[in-house]
């Protein structure tokens, strides 16, 4: 038994062989089902097989049916460069497939500072942040120190050199002086995104069945 | 200035003089104060100046005054192994420094995994989770696989070897195959509550000031 | 001279004008061959020439001939995720190969840890057991617990971005808190078999020669 | 707890206030403990404490009692060099301790083959073979290709520069030409003892509890 | 011969046998001398040698005699932590020996970018900038984006985990978004600085002798 | 809003479809613009849809459009070996986009270092000293011996195994015992030839608007 | 002015009209010429320009025309595996090509060191000796052992996993026990030939201009 | 049994109880003995029981006995750094025991090209070159290019932040352009003169036993 959101399946190196059973196995038990790291040519495919699936081409997800769930609250995506879509945007879908209110804002690089700052009280009232960087990473950082919020930090490898596709980012990210700040894998816009569906989760729920405490 | 919580000071590598005035300065402005990474030593010197002070050896945490807070819900910080403690404890006492209820369950490392399934129940009722582990790191992905809740994982410096002084906890963790989880920095127990306050904060505050949506 | 299981040809970057000449060579001397690394189009053209053969796609392994021997007990081969199957698998064949008893055990990951543990009685009566995990590698270090018996962990090369190319997994493991595990390279299947196969072939022979203690 | 032999406690940063009543209470239990990474000083404490303890400075082990099982076969423990031995002690002592005959071969390094082939035949008649070795780890090849055993290698930390306190000849002996072979983490001569004494338990007992096969 | 200023002596594992000797002859030729990497034990000898001499504890910079340049604008010096101070310092100490005119800006991390940002104007004026940060290091990036001025990086050993003594932030400046900036080593506050002088000698003797062009 | 010359492009990873139209709003904003790292292929669909434009094929550059600003003094661009061009030339051609006067000096590699030293005159006349070198890195270490003018070094991806992709030569660069050199990311021609572009645009601005010091 | 055997080109990454005008300049000047690293389609194309040249397919090495000298001795290359011959036949090529006597012995691994021995004779009596070796690098250990003569190890590519694409078996040559031994870039033949033909030069000239010493 | 020179003693590690016997007996059989790597205190004790020993506190070499050998030639060893000089005498002094005629020149590091140069007649008069060099380790590839003679390249530890404890110096030397060097261990002035010295033993020894050719 798989935990939570089971019906979403991890496309990367699976053959539309393998995958079109399992979509058609989840849809029939959950009514829908999401596929990440799908290429365009294989999301062809399967929308021939299952016409009414929709691909996303930027975030490489296709998905049959509709979030049962809407959290109340807003996860926000924030995302450095242009290049570093296809992150945001796994994250993005992602989130919303799960219930998320999802505010997206894009390009708001640090070497840029006004930009982002031109956003800061939208970014104030997030519940939730997803913040997304390839290069050198720096963008949570600052995020960090504008909100009293959670903020996942997704590295990207999207970057040159020094970058080592990705592995700078993501120790930068761990190494941040930025306080309430956590970190996923390299690309993984899912994982950020679960995690953050999974603290609205919480919201939505509260926390009535006390516990008693050690 | 800090955010959210000001009144925390990073004691690695400070000494006393500098130390000392500016616990001096937070506590005339919050009338508390917390100091972590301290050693015994210094810890006494400050205990000396501070008399209504408190030290915690495990931890290497000292506080003047009390948590205002006081979250609902409880944040259970589980650790693999015993010389794991240091970093749990930094966690377990940020946390309930930050306001919120800890409960702690330590010594549930993966190779004994009847220990940690013992505790099954409790565990999926905890609203976030801190887990704690060195050697390989492998406890968060059980813990994340039990719970649809947010999972913080924390890797410690504890191991030798092809351990690499926690770079490898912390590179698996990233690569954990559970949802919902992410990661801090090695040895980071302060990081990890400090995110955790930040959700259980959200939590308590709700999410009644909707904002117009994109 | 090579030792052992001599029959043995290592196919990977090499030409099929290589290993046709030293198939026939190995076959005229043991009635027998067995290719690992080999991929299907290479495969398709030693069909042709050895029409005897058989090929497995997902190993990659091509046969001629069966095994001499047949070991008693059992060689259990686990493995954390299906996209692992093909190091798995290259375990098991090679195993079978060369005499032993194999069982597989797919798809127990630990981030759902309720269907590994139903198989808990099994597990408990394997003679020796092969691990193979990708992502965090971590497994092994919940089967080393499980029982007292010899376990070879085998780290596969499946994951993304912190994973490096199974150098994180090959890192935990060898870092792993259960004792009696041991590890071998990168999706080297064949290895953790061949291992595998010499203790059978140990328990099988008896330890009746005593050599005089130092 | 610890699986299977549960008497062994890890010294290494454990205060003599910690390991002393964990000692008694094992003692108590079993008639018997073993602790492992002793440092001399602690050593003399617990000596203080329990006169009937055993101290071997060179592995740095303390033991009371004595092995209850008494394996056939032989376990050979090999080391390269003689900075090593603290190392193929520590596998010797435990192996002795699990219940395991076993023979040293010290200072048999492959830059002087000819003092390791003069042993050959002693090599090729044990049942397991522990290989320790620093440097560039190259000896496990090396008795790997003269045996057809199940060979453990342990690499330590002992080199400097381009060794990188272990990670060079643990890289080398995963990427072994000879097969058969499994690797433990640097300076782990308790975990390739307790891997070897795994493997004489099952010669010991046997494989007659056939489980069905798959 | 060092080029340049050559009344500069690196202190790091010099002896003070072997410091004094060369400080006196350099101080005969050039009237002046300065010791980097000193620590205070050896300053206190030298001290006593060469009663003219000034020591300053925070960047380890011991002098004898004053700067005989004095370019004009101004080379500023920022750092992200008050950790970072020695390094900062070693900077700032190190342009204005040199003769540059240097403003400190101190304990404007990217986590509170507010702080920065109140120095915008001093901030976009500076001829050159030196910037100092350890963890993620992130503060270059940020200035970079401000100004349209060289920008001289500095990562610092200040930082632990995944922080890598500094090659974190280092490979994270190298890949950093904005334009116009170099880094040094880690820690090497004389290096910034020393490049910093030679462009502000550039602008002090403008460019007047034209060489012919290829 | 970016900094300072807004008019150029990264047209690495980007579609034509994306630079076109971004191409069109830049020349009509600034009557210019310059693609970078732009492959031979998508170079021809664009100078299909601008003929005005030029595009090198070493630098794998394209602009549209001449610089406005013209720098006295010299920006001299050196290179170890043939094959680093493609580096030195996007150094070169975006320094003279930047309006900087450049002298290139190439196949100047130390491991001939007459070769080098037959031009010593012209190179301590420059103002700015851009060196580009693969392999080992070792050039803008001599180079920077010769003059006490500002050495921005650039490592290239040019070389093979120990070489890493250019981490090698990047991090020797970075451990260079020249003093007023700084290093920028592999292959980073661009970044070497803004920061040059920034020092001669501060040369020629000169530093008249002085700010109170602290 | 190149140094010695100028009339060597490599071959990687170079354009066949860059290579055919060079090749032709180094025959006018030198009566012959070598190309290395070149694959088999540019060959093709070159001995269409060159009708007198020869292609080897391994070595991947074009040469026109014959060596001058002729060195007395012997420069034996072992290679430890049958796909290391390709570094193993540039480095035998290149040697002859200088003017060595090259004795080649391969597939001499030291997982099955009786065939190694077996020339134990032939290998005692060589002048110097090149040892090609992939995955763990192991065989210049042993063969330095055996003689008292230089020996010059060559890491190969040839591996996977652990082995890092070359960098383990270059770590571990590094570290290895054996004296006498030096290294050279992984898959680098030509570097170790060259070196090896500067020895059996040097022993050619002698040593009679003795110069005064120091 | 060592080859070659048997009297040579690797003292790092070893304790004194260990070391005096040992030189006892060496002494005993080849009337002189060396010990490398010894610090001060341990010499001090050595030199009690051993009056007739020699100390050298820079390359920390012990010594008693004289060399039997005289080679012709020189081998020349470079420094380039002072900090380098424990190593370059590690060499030197080791050179020198094996009967090499030894010319020292230290302080030739690359960032001032010419105080090398002053000495290029005599560099290219030497018969081997052992190059020592810490920081970027750039000046065997300069002193490479001035010679046709074999160069042995020895990386050092000194250095800080990228220096990464002499690995980048390592990966540099390997990756260099000059053609004819190879390289040992970092710090290993040793390994350097011991094939320095077995090259001018084959110099010396001539090559007049032609092995049949293959
Ligand atoms: N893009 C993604 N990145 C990381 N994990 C994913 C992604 N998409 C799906 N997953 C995880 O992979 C699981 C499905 O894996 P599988 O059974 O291999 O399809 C899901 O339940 C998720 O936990
Ligand atoms: N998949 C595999 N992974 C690692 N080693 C293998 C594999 N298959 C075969 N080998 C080893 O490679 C040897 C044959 O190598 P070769 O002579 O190159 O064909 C066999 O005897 C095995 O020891
Ligand atoms: N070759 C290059 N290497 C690094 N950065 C570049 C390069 N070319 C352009 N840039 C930077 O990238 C910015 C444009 O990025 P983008 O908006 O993604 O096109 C420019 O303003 C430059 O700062
Ligand atoms: N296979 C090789 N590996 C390393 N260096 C080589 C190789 N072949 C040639 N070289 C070196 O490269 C130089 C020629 O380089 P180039 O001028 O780029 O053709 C020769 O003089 C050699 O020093
Ligand atoms: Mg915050
Ligand atoms: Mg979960
Ligand atoms: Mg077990
Ligand atoms: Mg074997
Ligand atoms: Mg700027
Ligand atoms: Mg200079
Ligand atoms: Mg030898
Ligand atoms: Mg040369």
Redesign the pocket.
Known sequence: KRQGFPEVIYGEGKAIEHIGPIMGKLIDRHGKVMVTRLDAEKAEHLLGLFPEAEYDRISRILTVGKPELAFGGQVMVLAA???DLFVAEEAALTAEWMGCNVRRLYDVGV?GIDRLLAYRDEITRASVLIVVAGMEGALPSVVGGLVERPVIAVPTSIGYGAHLEGITPLLAMMSSCASGMSVVNIDNGFGAAYQAAMIMKLVSEGVHHESPIS
């Open positions: 460069g242009t290049s070497a």
